[in-house]
């Protein structure tokens, strides 16, 4: 049926573009005809329309997942804009336009819903969703699906078993960053041929690429004097904490360059003023940290400098890809000191979870689990609890599917409130019979506060036996009909435990080693990008090998390395011996408060400003001696710590 439509004229139709960009045609013909497809094209070469397109030529509904609220407004703001039926649910919205959207989408009056992968976590919206006829699941940012990826999350990997139960027939992943593995990674997860993947290359002659090897302490004067050669040109200035952007910015302001800060810790409000002067030409400079960029899609960026190095070769291809997307020619300057090298692979060394950790979570699942097989838990408490970071926790909680120690079951709102908003003389007259009998029966076994009631299901049981979906379908109808105002919160996953094939003191040991193994990568994975901006051959041949880019074969002649500039990253400073540092008083805040839960590795991470849930408890970052060795090396802190704690006791 799909193969009738010709998607040129639908291109112009629904667009008014007259061709394709390389590699469009391929993918979206591929989809039209009913296939499963992968496009790997470079940022800014067209990848949103392949699935845009493709939308608008399939009958039903197609469910977009992206890991970005700015990436979902900028498409959103387009597909209006050209008349197309696009919308997203997202945090920022109030119940009464979730329940507004949700009902158009009902009605089948859209064809583009954007969600964030989270979404699909909430219980009501996989029930309002597994209702809806969708003829294609869209994957943004793809490569996170993969732990070889550079930006590995763990509910990707839940994708290919909600596209199995909703029962959709299609997939588009899209990505401009992945290397071969992979890319093989994603294509096994969501069963696509070979012949559905499409690379384009990475290869963008308009990007002039350059690494300056170059001392921490002349990075901002050789700065200020480049961008002086450039007065009046747009640009953003890359780095990586937050309190460097803020410091840099006010540098070079001081300097007459007019340069502003942005990163995740400004108010959301300020955060999107930024972006709007950015967009508009009266912020000409942002220096930000990577929280900008995705989604941004200004054509003129004229050069994008790192001042720190990127955390990997992935993120450095994705953050010049926003350079130059007119076509005109755009410059991106690397100022590799070795400095923040350390940061860098600090920050590796902080999502590690501690074997003892990974203990205390089996051992909770299997006390609690030995009534009915089952466990509850909800992420941000457990975190804090057994100290593992949350984004480590998930991934632990995916080892352990894998593993299959636990089944996902549900998850639900530990909590469903409401306030009464119709009169009971008013349900009367729009219920009857057995479902005015059920309403006032989840009213009547609710607990009631002064205004709130609190669904009680348990209670409610025991006057009506009903499925909880028909309870939750009710409230959802309530709410939408002005007869209840509904609130949820505090959502909680519910496993099935089962039988530990290992102990669990070995399963700990061996889920250790698996994040070992992972934090091994992550290093690896900085040497490789010291090793590629160090290196004696062409930047862009580099890059093109890195990404199994099919077309570059000969060195560009256009960057530094090509004009005879190699790098080499200055010598580090030296810094003062850990022997003299006095380690009673720099680890005293720490100790106190941690109490029997120190240990050699939270000191350490705590000397380096390495933040875990129980510093945040404890109120540790607050205190004077946290970060105070963090331009120490990791391992040599932990080694030192090692050997103070030795010798206390």
Known sequence: MHNRVNIEQALFTYFGFNAFREGQKEVIQAVVDGNSAAAIFPTGSGKSLCYQLSAMCLPHLTLVVSPLLALMQDQLAFLNAKGIPAVSIDSTQSKEQVAKIMAEVQRQNIKILMISVERLNNERFRQFI?????????????????????????????????????????????????TEKVVADMGNKFGIALENIFLTGTYRSNLILSVKGIAACEKLNYLHLWLSLRDGQSGIVYVTLQHTAEQLARQLNAKGVNAVAYHAGLDSAVREQIQSDFMSGHAPIIVATIAFGMGVDKSNIRFVVHYDLPKSIENYAQEIGRAGRDGQTAECLVLASGENLTTLENFV??????????????????????????????????????????????????????????SPLYSYFAEYKYKLVATSIQLEASFKGERLAFVNAIINTSKQAKLWYTLDLEALQKVYACERDRVLTALDYMDNKGMIELQTKQMTQVYQVNAFDLAPDVLA?????????????????????????????????????YFSDPHLHQA??????????????????????????????????????????????????????????????????????????????????????????????
Request: net charge neutral; proline share 4%.
């Open 509 to 545: 040991a061996r889920l250790y080693d698996k994040f070992q193994l992972k934090e091994q990568n992550e290093v690896a994975r900085i040497h490789e990008l010291v090793a590629f901006f160090c290196g004696e051959r062409c930047l862009n041949l580099q890059l093109a090998e």
């Open 349 to 406: 060394y902080g999502d590690t979870p501690e074997q003892s950790a990974i203990m205390a979570l089996l051992n909770e699942m299997q006390q609690t689990s030995l009534v009915n097989g089952q466990w509850e838990m909800m992420l941000n408490r457990l975190s804090t609890r057994i100290n593992i970071r949350p984004l480590s926790l998930k991934t632990l909680l995916v080892y352990l599917e894998i593993e299959g120690v636990i």
């Open 130 to 178: 597994s209702k809806v006829a969708i003829s294609l699941l869209v994957v943004d940012e793809a490569h996170c699906i993969s732990e070889w990826g550079h930006n590995f999350r763990p509910d990707y990997l839940k994708l290919p078993q909600y596209r199995q139960s909703l029962r959709i027939p299609q997939t588009l992943l899209l990505t401009a960053t992945a």
């Open 556 to 649: 560009c002649q256009h960057c530094s390395v090509c004009h005879g500039e190699i790098a080499q990253l200055p010598s580090l400073p030296d810094l003062p011996n850990l022997q003299g540092y006095d380690f009673n008083t720099l680890t005293f805040d720490a100790r106190t408060r941690l109490a029997e839960q120190s240990s050699a590795v939270l000191l350490s991470r705590y000397l380096c400003g390495l933040t875990t849930p129980i510093f945040t408890k404890h109120k540790l970052k607050s205190t004077s001696a946290f970060a105070s060795l963090e331009k120490y090396p990791f391992s040599q802190v932990l080694n030192w710590v090692n050997s103070e704690l030795m010798g206390i006791s």
